[in-house]
């Protein structure tokens, strides 16, 4: 439902129902024993489980001009519950994880400047999580086993801000910078230790999380013959961040940036593209992981591409 009560205020309510229904036939992960036969004497696990939720969400709008508009939301999310399929225990593959609630509340502004040749954006967050749901290794598995379970409490709060500023009619700048705070308020089931240099489970750092994440691209048009010369290079930054549940210093992904350029050539209805990724070759991981030995799945290395394309439409 959306109401415009006034020309400068609005307001807008939803609600979804959700129902999920979850079924699970599988072998627990476990040896077989000795002999060629030996799986065929594991019982299948055999179950189902469903979950419904109700979650509402509401927005005020102020538009206080032309250039700027702010607004504030509260939300109530839901992510379903699921099982864990690598597990080894029957027990747990019968018990999987509930689903995980959420509150947020979100304060932002969308705001033009310099006649609209400047556009920055903020955003404010806070997310208050129950029964949130996390995966962990477990302790000394061979080969290794991931859980999923419901971890307890957490907040995540921050702030966001994007961009971009259209210097001259040809030089555009983007840009973006954000800040999570990630913390757990309890957390179930986690003695200490190991958490990595952490002391107690609640002081163990959100795993994937930077604590924040920077953005910077500029880009560059000129009318050449026929059609319209585009040059990008962009520049993206993270720091130190953990890679797993308990904070395994080893698992740590250092800090890194990454270094994209393109070049292109639009004419008529075609497109021809020249670009580069990771262009200073940066060593980093999308997945490291510990089981009889680590492993690390490096990210994408310096790569060049071209691409060429043709738009088809009424014209």
Same mark, same amino acid.
Request: hydrophobic fraction near 35%.
């Given at each position: 439902?959306?109401?415009?009560? =006034?020309?400068?205020?609005?307001?807008?309510?939803?609600?979804?129902?959700?129902?999920?229904?979850?079924?699970?036939?599988?072998?627990?992960?476990?040896?077989?024993?000795?002999?060629?036969?030996?799986?065929?004497?594991?019982?299948?696990?055999?179950?189902?489980?469903?979950?419904?939720?109700?979650?509402?969400?509401?927005?005020?709008?102020?538009?206080?001009?032309?250039?700027?508009?702010?607004?504030?939301?509260?939300?109530?999310?839901?992510?379903?519950?699921?099982?864990?399929?690598?597990?080894?225990?029957?027990?747990?593959?019968?018990?999987?994880?509930?689903?995980?609630?959420?509150?947020?509340?979100?304060?932002?502004?969308?705001?033009?400047?310099?006649?609209?040749?400047?556009?920055?954006?903020?955003?404010?967050?806070?997310?208050?999580?129950?029964?949130?749901?996390?995966?962990?290794?477990?302790?000394?598995?061979?080969?290794?086993?991931?859980?999923?379970?419901?971890?307890?409490?957490?907040?995540?709060?921050?702030?966001?801000?994007?961009?971009?500023?259209?210097? =001259?009619?040809?030089?555009?700048?983007?840009?973006?910078?954000?800040?999570?705070?990630?913390?757990?308020?309890?957390?179930?089931?986690?003695?200490?230790?190991?958490?990595?240099?952490?002391?107690?489970?609640?002081?163990?750092?959100?795993?994937?999380?930077?604590?924040?994440?920077?953005?910077?691209?500029?880009?560059?048009?000129?009318?050449?013959?026929?059609?319209?010369?585009?040059?990008?290079?962009?520049?993206?930054?993270?720091?130190?961040?953990?890679?797993?549940?308990?904070?395994?210093?080893?698992?740590?992904?250092?800090?890194?940036?990454?270094?994209?350029?393109?070049?292109?050539?639009?004419?008529?209805?075609?497109?021809?593209?020249?670009?580069?990724?990771?262009?200073?070759?940066?060593?980093?991981?999308?997945?490291?992981?510990?089981?009889?030995?680590?492993?690390?799945?490096?990210?994408?290395?310096?790569?060049?591409?071209?691409?060429?394309?043709? =738009?088809?439409?009424?014209?």
């Amino acid at each position: 439902i959306d109401w415009r009560f =006034t020309d400068q205020w609005s307001a807008s309510a939803g609600v979804r129902y959700t129902k999920d229904e979850k079924d699970i036939w599988v072998r627990p992960l476990v040896s077989c024993g000795t002999t060629p036969t030996g799986c065929n004497n594991l019982a299948y696990i055999d179950d189902s489980r469903d979950w419904s939720n109700t979650s509402p969400r509401f927005v005020v709008k102020y538009a206080q001009n032309d250039a700027m508009n702010w607004y504030l939301s509260w939300s109530r999310g839901y992510r379903s519950g699921n099982y864990n399929a690598r597990t080894g225990s029957a027990q747990v593959l019968r018990t999987p994880a509930n689903p995980e609630t959420n509150e947020s509340i979100e304060l932002g502004a969308k705001t033009e400047w310099l006649d609209r040749r400047l556009r920055v954006n903020v955003a404010l967050f806070n997310a208050d999580y129950t029964d949130i749901q996390r995966t962990a290794t477990v302790l000394n598995s061979v080969p290794s086993i991931s859980t999923l379970t419901n971890a307890g409490k957490a907040t995540i709060k921050g702030i966001e801000i994007d961009g971009s500023w259209l210097a =001259t009619d040809s030089l555009r700048f983007d840009f973006s910078y954000g800040v999570t705070d990630a913390k757990y308020d309890e957390l179930l089931g986690i003695a200490c230790p190991p958490c990595g240099d952490k002391t107690q489970p609640t002081d163990l750092e959100f795993d994937k999380l930077a604590p924040w994440t920077a953005n910077l691209s500029v880009t560059y048009t000129k009318d050449i013959g026929p059609g319209e010369l585009s040059t990008r290079v962009s520049y993206s930054r993270r720091p130190e961040y953990d890679t797993d549940f308990r904070n395994t210093v080893a698992l740590r992904q250092e800090a890194f940036g990454l270094l994209d350029a393109s070049i292109g050539y639009d004419f008529g209805p075609w497109n021809v593209s020249l670009w580069g990724r990771n262009l200073e070759n940066t060593e980093f991981v999308d997945i490291i992981s510990l089981g009889l030995g680590y492993q690390a799945y490096g990210g994408q290395p310096r790569t060049y591409g071209l691409s060429i394309g043709r =738009t088809f439409g009424n014209d």
